[in-house]
Structures are given as C-alpha cells and as structure tokens.
C-alpha cells in the first residue's frame, strides 16, 4: 500500500512539474514573439513568427496555472506545508487535539462536499462558453467547463483527504505524525 502511494504521489508531482514546463515554455513563446513583433521583416522571412498566431499563449498559461493550483493542492502539498495557527493545539492535551483534528476535519470536508452542488450547476453555464485563443491551439472541442473542471477534482479530492484525516484521528488520535516539523527527529 505504502509503495502505491508513494507511486501516485509522485506521478501527481510529476504531472504538476509537466504543466509548470509547459507554462514557463509557453511564457518564454509568450516573450519571444513579444519582442520580435517590430520586426516586421522577420515575420515576413519566417512566417512561424507572425505575432497573430500566438494569441493563445496568454489563456493557456491561464488555464495551467489554475491546473497547477487546484492539482497542487488537491494531489501534491501534504497537510504539514499548510500554513496552521497552532499555538493552542500543541499546549492542550492528546484528547482534546484528537477533538480538534475530528470537528476541523468534519467541518472542512463538509464545506466543500456542500459547495459542490452549487458549483457543479454553475459549470453547467461553462459547458457552452468556449475559450477566446485556445481553439487555435486545441480546437473547439474545449470548453470553459474543462478549464476549471479541475476545481471539482480539487474539492472532492480535499474532502477525502480530510474524511480520511477524521478517519484516522479517531481511530490513532491526532498525533500519528501528520504534524511532524522538520528538525533533529528528522535527521
């Protein structure tokens, strides 16, 4: 089980670092045209540098960088990278942080199962809007909708995270090192 996760885990990295490259290449494009668009004679000597072809570099980076985001935090940043205000559950007792760790866990999970609804049937608008670039490049099968689709995944996919968070809390208590820092147990 440990050696599938670790798989996925990295796979789901993997995916991120791809969509990080694309994006920096794609701004790098972005650049490049920018600054050989005065030159107008060397639009005409190779066409491959005609300004007018990459309007879609600006949406795509778009559309990665909320891939990026809603995959990062879904599949790759663990609940330790999490910025937390502490203080109060590291000086009270083993119970009572099992408590906390269970009402935040049910409290986060059920938000975002209950935001699912309404920002499905608003992705049911999103279905018949396409992208203003981004058929030049992936054609016009692409929808907004399957831009921030990835909005969904992230939802659900927090929520079984932190299901699993209650899960486990109930069952090891709070401590089983999810908040495990850095430093000399580590070494």
């Known amino acids: 089980m440990r050696i599938a996760i670790k798989w996925f885990i990295r796979t789901a990295e993997f995916v991120a670092a791809i969509m990080m490259a694309a994006m920096f290449l794609t701004f790098i494009l972005q650049i490049l045209v920018r600054y050989t668009?005065?030159?107008g004679w060397?639009?005409?000597a190779v066409p491959l540098f005609e300004p007018s072809r990459y309007g879609w570099t600006l949406e795509f980076c778009l559309a990665?960088?909320?891939w990026i985001i809603f995959w990062g935090a879904a599949f790759v940043v663990r609940e330790s990278d999490h910025v937390s205000f502490d203080m109060v559950y590291h000086v009270v007792s083993?119970?009572?942080r099992?408590?906390?760790a269970v009402i935040g866990g049910l409290a986060v999970c059920a938000g975002l199962l209950w935001s699912m609804e309404p920002t499905w049937s608003k992705f049911h608008i999103l279905?018949?809007?396409r992208t203003a670039t981004l058929d030049s490049l992936l054609g016009d099968w692409i929808r907004m909708r399957d831009i921030y689709?990835?909005?969904m995944v992230f939802l659900l996919t927090v929520s079984l995270r932190y299901a699993w968070r209650v899960w486990t809390a109930i069952r090891h208590g709070?401590?089983?090192g999810l908040h495990r820092t850095s430093g000399a147990a580590d070494q």
């Open 98 to 100: 099992t408590w906390f």
């Open 149 to 151: 689709s990835i909005y």
């Open 127 to 129: 279905r018949l809007k």
């Open 174 to 176: 709070a401590d089983n």
């Open 37 to 39: 668009a005065p030159l």
């Open 94 to 96: 083993p119970k009572a």
């Open 64 to 66: 990665l960088w909320v």
């Open 42 to 44: 060397l639009a005409e």
